[in-house]
């Protein structure tokens, strides 16, 4: 009974209600192989760094960025960090967070790929092997086969309808978002079942796809048993909406609370991945407003959301958000930016040491400029994601150095990046 | 493969080269499927002829207009602007009309084959309209300026494209200004401090994803170069053309393709190990024309077709094959597509391909014969399953291997689809007479057996069109 009550409230969130109650395996989930939480969120389409984390204090900086650079002081200025260091106005659960010391900002970081392809580069970014299509499968997907027991059940999501690259690979992940499509009858899916039998892909995927569903569906059906926390959703989402409706990519605001409702259960998925599009701002970027700025604006809404909708799961959470490459560090003829090389990234949660920019800034001035156009990038993203996947989630270096990164014995992990 | 009835082979002609049997359709090419497939590019090419659809520069022109009756929406960034203008409201009907089109187009066409390749090159010359900029014109880019080249050659082809408001548009060519033209001058004089310059985003993508590929050997003075070379590719009528006309040259025909010559960066140029005098307009053209015969082009778009059209790793000989038929043909296209349909390899392993949404859509609409509804309404399964009309979100366009679209979610979804179509056309249709109609030689026993157990008509359609075979093409 239960059951039937709570997919009707599933449907009237117009999310999915497929036959929840099928084939899914209780046991999926069980015996995680961590309890800590790791969330990849990639930006594509290169983010503007030095918007995002603007360098206000670099005296090269004003006159590189003309129109669309940010004020160190005054109206719409850029929110302090320590040393030369800001933050785009729109960033502000960003900038609470760095107060909280919960985020860790990254700048002048970059993946090994030096072209200024998107499409390499999300490639390189995403398979973790430095050769642009150099591997079929992710990096956090290896990372996940490389945990004790990982291979044996699901332990990560992708927030969307396909996996992208990065969780794809030997490990389950299961891909998830919400429909607007009536429910299937179950009888009807027991026989396409069945008839998936003697296809090894298509059976995996659907068993894949009931077993998210039924997680989707019972964190529904708890909530709605629970008048309490269903009053306090309920005005979360009244509050939400408003807040929502006037922020562009409002809609990643849902994509995050989706990716919570997962990584809260006790036997969920420890890893998600969601990405974004937008940002490869070639004309009328704009500066504390216009487009970048509405787009950061609903990235730092879709962070809020996450840490608001997990609870008390985001004191285990580490949060990596990264774009493929940076822009130019002067404005272009169109008042927006061409592509680059080294950009900024974030590194939030609760469980990360965070209250620091660490960034060994190689400066604007032309000379040090990569190329004579592009921040030169002075770290290597892969040190960021070997320390959280070794510190936070438990993969072994021997795994990070081979499997899960290939050749990069020499990219050392970042130390210190989790809380002790 | 004549005279002698193939059914396997119809249903690879149907299913993999074309957007999926209609019922009868395998019974009248299984003869000679190939010959079905090479008649097909023979004829006219695959225009669409809908009197309603407006010219993207009568379009362009009325935006262009409501701009500058609202000159208070100043110039601020793009999609204020537009949001200011109401764009949207232009737009959205325009791009509504466009998408219905397409999709009325694609399930009843007796020419499937044209129109895949017409998608093909659609999608490899994406412009995608969650650029609002765009949304009125990227139906219209794919009809203008696609269309009436599928049959011709890949440098009119791409010509056709690359001067195409649209892409001028959604790759920002039409404010590039060459550091040392007239307007650079102009601007530093008069703009307050402000500078001209390009905007290197359409000669890059033109290089990286249009012609070359990215390991096509270029570098990064190539695509400034190359920047250089086409500034001054614009669009017609812009509102600050009277500031602009001041620079001589006029302002153009509204929405249409406009040189503008103020814009160009003057003197000969080298790239790509050659050199072009300076010529104004005909030296971006000449690189282009030149670009597009490079074996390095040649081998990109081979590869693609051969991803496209046989499997998600192309067979090298395949691709080879391809590649000489095109360097052999001067990119005369029915050259090329003739050296894929003759390629072995594309015959041999059915069900190869994954569909996209959009061909899952299509080919389903085209065997059961669904009706269409209202358009809004028809258009609503495309967003359903995650492939809206021209919204790939990417100058890349839509990715094309299975692990792109094969997602858990993604396939439950497209179950629950099948059903409700299912649903929909109820007893109307008989599953188990269509399923060897559409399936041909690739009909396995597991579907024919599950379609016959089913407990009714429209649980055994559920079954037809989720069945591995189905998903495949």
Do not use: C
Request: hydrophobic share 40%.
């Amino acid at each position: 009974m239960t059951n039937k009550l709570s997919r009707r409230g599933f449907l009237e969130a117009s999310l999915f209600a497929g036959a929840s109650t099928l084939t899914a395996s209780r046991l999926a989930f069980a015996n995680a192989p961590t309890d800590s939480r790791f969330v990849f969120v990639l930006l594509r389409g290169a983010l503007d760094g030095l918007s995002a984390v603007p360098p206000v204090g670099d005296p090269d900086y004003a006159s590189l960025r003309g129109q669309i650079a940010l004020a160190k002081s005054g109206p719409g200025a850029a929110l302090p960090l320590e040393g030369p260091f800001g933050l785009h106005p729109a960033l502000e659960f960003l900038h609470r967070s760095y107060l909280a010391k919960e985020l860790t900002v990254l700048h002048a970081i970059a993946s090994p790929y030096r072209e200024r392809s998107h499409f390499d580069a999300q490639n390189v970014l995403e398979s973790g092997d430095p050769r642009p299509h150099g591997s079929a499968s992710g990096w956090i997907n290896r990372a996940l086969a490389a945990l004790p027991a990982g291979k044996s059940h699901e332990s990560g999501v992708a927030l969307g309808a396909n996996v992208p690259l990065a969780m794809r690979g030997p490990a389950a992940v299961a891909s998830w978002s919400p429909t607007r499509i009536a429910a299937l009858d179950e009888a009807t899916l027991a026989r396409v079942t069945d008839l998936y039998a003697r296809d090894p892909v298509l059976s995996q995927r659907l068993a894949e796809a009931l077993e998210s569903d039924s997680i989707a569906s019972e964190a529904q059906a708890a909530a709605n048993a629970d008048p309490e926390a269903a009053m306090t959703t309920n005005e979360n989402v009244v509050a939400q909406d408003a807040r929502e409706k006037r922020n562009y990519n409002g809609r990643y605001v849902e994509t995050a609370r989706a990716a919570a409702g997962f990584l809260k259960r006790e036997d969920g998925p420890r890893v998600a991945m969601f990405d974004t599009t937008g940002w490869d701002t070639h004309a009328n970027e704009g500066g504390a407003q216009g487009q970048l700025a509405l787009r950061l604006r609903g990235l730092d809404a879709a962070l809020a959301a996450l840490k608001d909708s997990l609870g008390p799961v985001w004191r285990k959470t580490a949060v990596l958000v990264a774009t493929e490459f940076g822009r130019t560090a002067a404005i272009n003829g169109t008042r927006g930016t061409d592509h680059g090389t080294a950009a900024a990234a974030f590194l939030l949660g609760g469980a990360v040491a965070g209250g620091r920019v660490l960034a060994d800034w190689p400066g604007l001035a032309r000379a040090n400029l990569h190329e004579n156009r592009d921040l030169k990038p002075t770290r290597d993203l892969r040190t960021v994601m070997k320390g959280v996947l070794r510190d936070h989630l438990g993969v072994s270096g021997a795994a990070l150095d081979t499997q899960v990164f290939p050749d990069s014995a020499a990219v050392r992990a970042l130390d210190h990046l989790m809380r002790a | 493969m004549t005279s002698q009835r193939n059914p396997f082979a119809a249903a690879v002609a149907a299913n993999r080269f074309g957007l999926g049997a209609r019922p009868g359709e395998l019974a009248a090419i299984e003869t000679d499927p190939v010959g079905w497939l090479k008649a097909q590019l023979k004829d006219s090419p695959p225009v669409l002829k809908d009197a309603s659809l407006e010219p993207s520069a009568a379009t362009l022109a009325r935006a262009l207009e409501l701009r500058k009756q609202k000159k208070a929406a100043g110039d601020g960034d793009q999609e204020k602007v537009a949001a200011a203008l109401k764009l949207p409201a232009v737009y959205r009907p325009v791009y509504i009309d466009e998408a219905y089109a397409r999709f009325a187009h694609a399930v009843g066409t007796d020419r499937p084959f044209l129109e895949r390749l017409t998608q093909f090159w659609s999608n490899h010359f994406a412009v995608s309209i969650d650029k609002i900029a765009v949304l009125g014109l990227a139906g219209a880019l794919e009809r203008e300026a696609i269309r009436p080249h599928v049959t011709g050659s890949f440098t009119g082809l791409l010509l056709a494209v690359e001067r195409h408001p649209a892409m001028l548009l959604y790759l920002d060519n039409h404010a590039s200004i060459g550091p040392r033209s007239r307007a650079a001058g102009f601007v530093s004089r008069r703009g307050k401090g402000r500078k001209a310059g390009i905007n290197e985003n359409l000669a890059r993508e033109i290089l990286e994803l249009h012609t070359l590929g990215v390991d096509g050997g270029y570098t990064q003075s190539d695509v400034t170069t190359f920047a250089q070379a086409i500034s001054g590719w614009s669009v017609g009528g812009q509102d600050n053309g009277r500031r602009l006309a001041k620079l001589g040259g006029g302002n153009g025909k509204p929405g249409e393709f406009f040189f503008r010559e103020s814009f160009h960066e003057p003197g000969a140029k080298r790239l790509l190990g050659r050199s072009y005098s300076d010529g104004g307009y005909a030296q971006g053209e000449a690189i282009l024309k030149d670009i597009a015969l490079r074996p390095q082009t040649a081998r990109h778009l081979a590869t693609k077709l051969a991803r496209h059209f046989i499997a998600d790793d192309p067979p090298a000989a395949a691709v080879d094959r391809i590649t000489a038929a095109w360097l052999d043909s001067k990119a005369h296209l029915p050259a090329v597509y003739a050296a894929l349909i003759d390629s072995p390899e594309a015959w041999e392993q059915p069900s190869a391909k994954f569909k996209t949404p959009a061909d899952y859509i299509h080919s389903s609409y085209r065997a059961l014969g669904i009706p269409l509804r209202e358009k809004r309404r028809s258009l609503r399964a495309f967003e359903a399953l995650g492939q809206r009309n021209l919204s790939s979100g990417s100058p890349a366009g839509w990715p094309d291997t299975s692990a792109d679209w094969d997602g858990s979610s993604a396939l439950l979804k497209r179950i629950a689809w099948a059903d409700v179509i299912a649903q929909r056309m109820g007893d109307a249709r008989n599953a188990r007479e269509l399923a060897p109609q559409l399936l041909g030689g690739t009909l396995s026993e597991d579907t024919d057996r599950a379609i016959a157990r089913a407990e009714s008509g429209a649980q055994a359609l559920t079954l037809l069109l989720a069945s591995p075979e189905f998903m495949r093409r």
